[in-house]
């Protein structure tokens, strides 16, 4: 039975609760108090089922497994599946319940309730079974992401088909819950005969709104609703998943995507690039209505996005030289050349979110000479061992500095180029090198760059992810996300407190703590994050909710006109 309209109590506080907890089916990670409501607010209960989505990508894909290291899949796969509960579209910090029905928190132990109707699109029921599968599947062979993310998990047992119970370590964290809440739940006899740390190239059933229809491998991927879909009618999915098929097509480039959208080869993008946003404003589709423009605003915390630096090599593991380095990117020009104005400079490494603690950064005059941040690099690399002789920054041994940044595709080659030129005014070997997707993530996988772009995302509630991006025992496991090779007793003591935090003061406290430390390591050159997304759509075939969404958009909301 569905516990539609139990109240929702504080995370912590059930963790703290000595009584027998309710079963809940809402989970929230600050407190704010509600109730499951007939639908979700944001989303358009009686939006039109039907018609047909088609989106764009960049390069190609050859797995349809996405939870491995291994392999190169569409943006679009997840819709395949869906996790236990549904993280709500304008804050990251509350869970709806949809693939379980409710869940009860009690001391160290945390019991899902699967819904019995639930199926996957083969017909097979989805059990308890497939849920703790799932789970040690995911931290034995999954991308080292999900062990980090499920380390309080001291067990995982299935008492019966449909209740899943987790045992956390002592000292585990309230947000426990909160992640495995979050697990995308796969079909265990599907991988019976299969190698889950492949790459997958049969079509997985999931218990998701979408199957697979047709793949034609690099090129596009096209999805089907399920017929008569188990969930249609909960709370959580009304509105969602409006269109019969959603197709996704791969382009060479972003400008090859850019024609076939302006040639109604797709439905909707996000466009990421100033001057192609700027020449679309000017065109005849936008003057006369068919095309769409909107600034969708973007609430999501934004972590940080910056150049990552790789400690584990020289000379980069000095914090002396990573600073220097970082001097020497002119934000104030790239903005007003090359940004319109419009980026925002990550000052935190949890840029939009009360639980950053902001620096200031030195500000140039946003002429393109800054000279005085680059006196301020020489005097850093200068303590660093580093002297210029005969316009070539050396060291004791007399050998020049080198750097090569890796780049995975031309839009970020404008921010790079005017940098590595000012890199070069320091006497430093910079390079720039683009490298294909598949070349890209393997090199990420092996840590074997000098510096890369990178985004760190964050939420309004961070918890056990900041061990996977920052952790010692990360820096040395291959293809986690802590590229930078972080690895510090202090910033791992304010990880374990930041886990160990009872209250939302507590978890402010301790993320601020971590917050001041990496910026001090000065581990990224902070760059920059939008304002807002800027979309682009025919109006006359697809249209979305009124009410805003935390990222900016989510196509699962839209429908066909």
């Known amino acids: 039975m569905r516990v539609a309209g139990a109240w929702l109590l504080p995370l912590w506080l059930l963790a703290l609760a000595p009584a027998r907890a309710q079963v809940r089916t809402i989970i929230s990670l600050d407190g704010a108090a509600a109730q499951l409501p007939p639908a979700l607010p944001y989303a358009n209960a009686s939006a039109p089922k039907g018609g047909s989505l088609t989106l764009g990508a960049v390069q190609g894909f050859d797995s349809l497994n996405p939870f491995i290291l291994r392999g ?9 599946w869906q996790p236990l509960f549904k993280l709500s579209d304008t804050d990251s910090v509350t869970e709806y319940a949809d693939l379980a029905r409710g869940v009860a928190v009690e001391g160290n132990k945390i019991t899902f309730f699967l819904d019995p109707r639930a199926r996957f699109s083969d017909g097979t029921p989805v059990t308890a079974a497939d849920v703790v599968w799932t789970f040690h599947t995911l931290i034995t062979q999954g991308a080292p992401f999900y062990a980090a993310e499920y ?58 709104a979408y199957k697979i229809a047709a793949v034609q491998w690099g090129g596009s991927i096209t999805y089907s609703h399920v017929q008569n879909w188990w969930a249609e009618n909960l709370p959580t999915e009304k509105g969602f998943d409006n269109f019969g098929t959603a197709t996704e097509d791969f382009f060479q480039d972003d400008a090859a995507a850019l024609q076939a959208f302006k040639a109604g080869l797709l439905d909707a993008r996000v466009e990421k690039s100033l001057p192609y946003w700027a020449a679309m404003r000017s065109s005849k589709q936008v003057r006369d209505g068919r095309i769409r423009q909107e600034v969708a605003p973007i609430t999501l915390p934004m972590g940080i996005y910056g150049f990552v630096l790789n400690t584990r090599r020289p000379p980069f593991g000095d914090p002396r030289v990573r600073e220097a380095l970082a001097l020497a990117f002119d934000f104030e020009w790239t ?5 319109g104005g419009i980026g925002q400079r990550d000052t935190s490494y949890f840029s939009n979110s009360p639980m950053g603690a902001p620096s200031p950064l030195p500000v140039t005059d946003g002429s393109g000479f800054n000279l005085p941040q680059l006196r301020q690099a020489l005097v850093l690399l200068n303590a660093a061992g580093w002297s210029v002789r005969n316009f070539q920054l050396v060291n004791g041994a007399g050998r020049q500095m080198r750097l090569e940044i890796l780049l995975d595709s031309e839009r970020n080659e404008r921010i790079a180029l005017p940098y590595a030129h000012n890199l070069t005014l320091l006497g430093i070997d910079a390079e720039i090198h683009l490298a294909d997707p598949a070349s890209y993530a393997q090199r990420l996988t092996l840590f074997d760059f000098d510096m890369t772009p990178d985004s760190v995302p964050e939420s309004d509630y961070p918890g056990s992810e900041q061990e996977g991006y920052w952790g010692r025992a990360a820096a040395r496991r291959p293809g986690s996300q802590n590229l930078a090779g972080v690895c510090s007793p202090a910033i791992d003591a304010a990880i374990a407190t930041e886990e160990a935090a009872q209250t939302p003061a507590q978890k402010r406290a301790a993320i601020q703590a971590l917050d001041r430390l990496l910026q001090a390591g000065a581990y990224m050159v902070p760059l920059f994050h939008p304002a807002g997304e800027w979309l682009e759509y025919w109006p006359g075939r697809a249209a979305k909710p009124a009410a805003p969404v ?10 066909a006109k």
């Open 151 to 208: 380390a309080a998990v001291a067990s995982a047992a299935a008492p019966d088909a449909q209740t899943a119970v987790f045992t956390l370590k002592p000292g585990a964290g309230p947000d426990a819950a909160f992640n495995l809440a979050a697990m995308y739940i796969l079909p265990a006899h599907f991988w019976a005969h299969r190698d889950f740390s492949s790459p997958l190239r049969d079509s997985p059933p999931g218990s998701g």
């Open 72 to 80: 190169t899949t569409p943006d679009t796969i997840f819709q395949l």
């Open 335 to 339: 903005n007003r050349v090359l940004l």
């Open 550 to 559: 935390q990222a900016g958009h989510d196509y699962a909301l839209w429908w």
